[in-house]
């Protein structure tokens, strides 16, 4: 069974709508941590975020909020007012001691931003 | 700015014939990551360097060595690549101490492979 699963391959939206990505996880250690990492076209993965499974509390950067729940082991990512520079590969990924802390990465959710 | 360096961005190489990528860090990070990642695909663990300690992946091949000669540099070996091996390989670095928890990795841009 996957451990982090990303049921949208891809989405297309048009720019300035709201989107957001999906992530269910599954573990069973109590203490783990949450990334969201961006790949765009030219291939670099780009950090955005790292949450630990203590923390519940949501998040917002800018356009980028994250809302992790523990009761539905998930922890979505909405990008608000979307724009072509959101076009990219995202990817969900989790951390965790049975997998000595290494990360287990969602199969990634390509998003186009059509202008 | 502090980061992760790879080079190089591009390499091709002939089939069977050795070929070395290069990372270089200036986070002074403890551990070091080879990731191999193929189109639409998701990053894939080769091995990885916490400290000086080496930790290969059950199923990485043992065509895929690495060495890490100081802190700041870590190389990937393919002894004799093959059409399958090419792929984007990633470098990526971590701090991770008892206490502080596990921090984030941070990612070069990676080096494209090609096989002829």
């Known amino acids: 069974a996957q451990k982090v699963t990303q049921a949208q391959t891809e989405i297309s939206v048009v720019e300035k709508e709201d989107v957001t990505l999906d992530c269910v996880y599954e573990t069973r250690d109590t203490t783990y941590y949450l990334f969201w990492y961006k790949q765009p076209p030219s291939g670099e993965l780009v950090f955005l975020i790292r949450?630990?499974?203590?923390d519940e509390q949501n998040e917002i950067s800018g356009r980028y909020s994250w809302n992790f729940q523990k009761s539905t082991s998930s922890f979505n990512f909405t990008i608000t007012a979307s724009q072509v520079v959101d076009s990219a590969v995202y990817f969900c990924a989790l951390s965790e001691a049975a997998s000595n802390y290494q990360l287990i990465w969602g199969a990634g959710t390509k998003l186009i931003i059509k202008p | 700015d502090a980061m992760v360096i790879q080079n190089p961005r591009y390499q091709v190489t002939q089939f069977g014939k050795p070929v070395t990528l290069s990372c270089s860090q200036t986070?002074?990070?403890?551990?070091m990551y080879w990731y191999q990642q193929k189109s639409s695909q998701a990053p894939k663990l080769l091995f990885h360097?916490?400290?000086?300690?080496?930790?290969n992946e059950a199923d990485t091949p043992d065509n895929f060595q690495s060495r890490r000669p100081n802190t700041s540099f870590c190389f990937l070996d393919i002894r004799s690549p093959g059409l399958g091996d090419a792929a984007m390989y990633l470098c990526a670095t971590s701090r991770e101490s008892s206490g502080q928890g596990f921090q984030p990795q941070h990612f070069g841009d990676g080096t494209r492979l090609s096989i002829l």
């Open positions: 360097y916490y400290d000086k300690d080496f930790n």
């Open positions: 949450r630990n499974s203590f």
């Open positions: 986070l002074n990070h403890n551990v």
